[in-house]
T-cell receptor, first 115, second 112 residues
Framework: KAGVTQTPRYLIKTRGQQVTLSCSPI?????VSWYQQTPGQGLQFLFE???????NKGNFPGRFSGRQFSNSRSEMNVSTLELGDSALYLC??????????????FGPGTRLTVT | GENVEQHPSTLSVQEGDSAVIKCTYS??????FPWYKQELGKRPQLIID?????GEKKDQRIAVTLNKTAKHFSLHITETQPEDSAVYFC???????????FGKGNQVVVIP
C-alpha cells in the first residue's frame, strides 16, 4: 500500500504571498491531520479533517485554512505569508478520527521557506 | 491545554548502553501515551504506545513505562545501536482536546 504523500516537497515563497499544500492519505484512510514543525518546537497541531469536515483546530491564526475532498485528499492554505511561517508542514492520515484506536501515519512533509 | 515536557533535551550514549528519556504531562485525564521516532530528514513514526490501564509495555529493545500518579511516562532503549540516533517525541492524548499533544522532542545520539 502506498504511504502518505505530500506535494510539493519543497517550496520557496515571498512574504505576503499565499501557498497551497497537498496531502494524499493512505488508501482507505479518511482522517487527515496537519502539523507545523519548527526547530525546537516539536509538532504543533493545525487541524484535522474527517469525511470532509474539520473536526478540530489548533491555535493558529485564520491565515491558516484547510479542506478535505470526497476522496479524502486534503489541502492546506496559508495566506499572507510571514517569515515565521517557514517550517516543515506534515500531514498524517489514519483510518478514523479516534486517537489511540487508529494509528497516524505521517507523510514526508513539505518544507516551506518564506523569504 | 496539555503541557508536555521532555527531558533531557539531548542525550548522548555509547553504543550498547541503555537510554531513558522522560515525558511529563499535565492533564490527568490523558489516557493514551505514544512515542514517535523521527530520524534526520525523515517522517515521524510511531514506535511504541501504552494505554492508561497498563504500567509497562515492551517491544524487543524498546519499552515504555507509565506513572499516572506522577504524570510521566518514559521510553527505555536497551543495547542502543547507531540507528537509534533520532529525535523522539512523546504525544500524550487528553480526550478533552481530541488530539495528540506533542512534546518538543528528545535528541538521542548513539556514539559508535
Amino acid at each position: 500500500k502506498a504511504g502518505v504523500t505530500q506535494t510539493p516537497r519543497y517550496l520557496i515563497k515571498t512574504r505576503g504571498q499565499q501557498v497551497t499544500l497537498s496531502c494524499s492519505p493512505i488508501s482507505g484512510h479518511r482522517s487527515v491531520s496537519w502539523y507545523q514543525q519548527t526547530p525546537g518546537q516539536g509538532l504543533q497541531f493545525l487541524f484535522e479533517y474527517f469525511s470532509e469536515t474539520q473536526r478540530n483546530k489548533g491555535n493558529f491564526p485564520g491565515r491558516f485554512s484547510g479542506r478535505q475532498f470526497s476522496n479524502s485528499r486534503s489541502e492546506m492554505n496559508v495566506s499572507t505569508l510571514e517569515l515565521g511561517d517557514s517550517a516543515l508542514y506534515l500531514c498524517a492520515s489514519s483510518l478514523g478520527p479516534r486517537v489511540g484506536v487508529y494509528e497516524q501515519y505521517f507523510g514526508p512533509g513539505t518544507r516551506l521557506t518564506v523569504t | 491545554g496539555e503541557n508536555v515536557e521532555q527531558h533531557p533535551s539531548t542525550l548522548s550514549v555509547q553504543e550498547g548502553d541503555s537510554a531513558v528519556i522522560k515525558c511529563t504531562y499535565s492533564d490527568s485525564a490523558s489516557n493514551y501515551f505514544p512515542w514517535y521516532k523521527q530520524e534526520l530528514g525523515k517522517r515521524p513514526q510511531l514506535i511504541i504506545d501504552i494505554r492508561s490501564n497498563v504500567g509497562e509495555k515492551k517491544d524487543q529493545r524498546i519499552a515504555v513505562t507509565l506513572n499516572k500518579t506522577a504524570k510521566h511516562f518514559s521510553l527505555h532503549i536497551t543495547e542502543t545501536q547507531p540507528e537509534d540516533s533520532a529525535v523522539y517525541f512523546c504525544a500524550p492524548y487528553p480526550p478533552g482536546n481530541n488530539r495528540l499533544a506533542f512534546g518538543k522532542g528528545n535528541q538521542v545520539v548513539v556514539i559508535p
